[in-house]
């Protein structure tokens, strides 16, 4: 069965203090491996898509990388701004249906 | 229009009541995706459609959940007799492609059965 796991489940940081969140996942095939920021009462919001074990993206301050089994999103230098939910979600290769499967998030906070 | 659009954003309902939450998401996009987020918890997934087909319904939690696509645009999410454990936020998506593919959500349905 095709899993996401989210590592830790919630993170307080002082603004500065970098840190990585962790997205551990098993699934019979990737296609691809995304993240998502979360701000209350709202919807997500794309962040990136990763395709293959080594790949890495960047946006601002975040920076996110894959290993065959699972994916880390840095966070270097973070401010206030960046308090959200990052969730992470996986989609299988081998399914038709393109099911997309998210992880349960991380609340990222970040003290001034 | 501009962005993926629900409705209502809030609906509080009574037990044994039926319910029904609209998606018109993005013009062009052909798939569309429902998720459920209770308080706190990560996205549940419900159901998918390409174009007005489900090919993937293995989300939906009984039968008294439906959902239906017409002309590959407007989406409608039809939850039955609800019940308290149906309180959530009801998230609806939509992606240009089938492939690896970048989700735009709304901002959701938020549902409070009594």
């Known amino acids: 069965e095709d899993q996401v796991t989210q590592s830790p489940e919630a993170l307080r940081l002082q603004e500065g203090e970098s840190s990585s969140l962790n997205c551990s996942y098993t699934?019979?095939?990737?296609?691809?491996l995304f993240w998502y920021r979360q701000d209350p009462g709202k919807g997500p919001e794309f962040l990136f898509t990763?395709?293959?074990a080594g790949e890495e993206k960047e946006k601002e301050r975040l920076k996110a990388t894959l290993t065959k089994k699972e994916s880390f999103l840095h966070i270097t230098a973070p401010k206030p701004e960046d308090s959200a939910t990052y969730l992470c979600?996986?989609?299988?290769?081998?399914?038709?249906?393109?099911?997309?499967?998210f992880g349960s998030g991380t609340r990222l906070s970040i003290r001034p | 229009g501009a962005g993926v659009s629900q409705s209502p954003s809030n609906k509080v309902t009574e037990k044994g009541k039926d319910v029904e939450l609209r998606c018109d998401p993005i013009?062009?996009?052909?798939?569309l995706y429902w998720y459920r987020q209770s308080l706190g918890q990560g996205l549940e997934f419900l159901i998918y459609?390409?174009?007005?087909?489900?090919?993937?319904k293995s989300g939906l939690p009984s039968d008294r959940f439906s959902a239906e696509r017409t002309g590959g645009s407007v989406s409608t999410l039809t939850i039955q007799r609800t019940q308290q454990e149906d309180s959530a936020v009801y998230l609806c998506?939509?992606?240009?492609?089938?492939?690896?593919?970048?989700?735009?959500f709304g901002a959701g349905s938020r549902l409070t059965v009594l």
């Open positions: 459609f390409q174009g007005n087909s489900a090919p993937d």
């Open positions: 013009s062009g996009h052909t798939a």
């Open positions: 979600a996986v989609q299988a290769s081998y399914s038709s249906a393109s099911k997309i499967i």
């Open positions: 699934v019979s095939g990737l296609r691809g």
């Open positions: 990763l395709y293959s």
């Open positions: 998506a939509s992606s240009s492609l089938a492939g690896a593919n970048v989700l735009t």
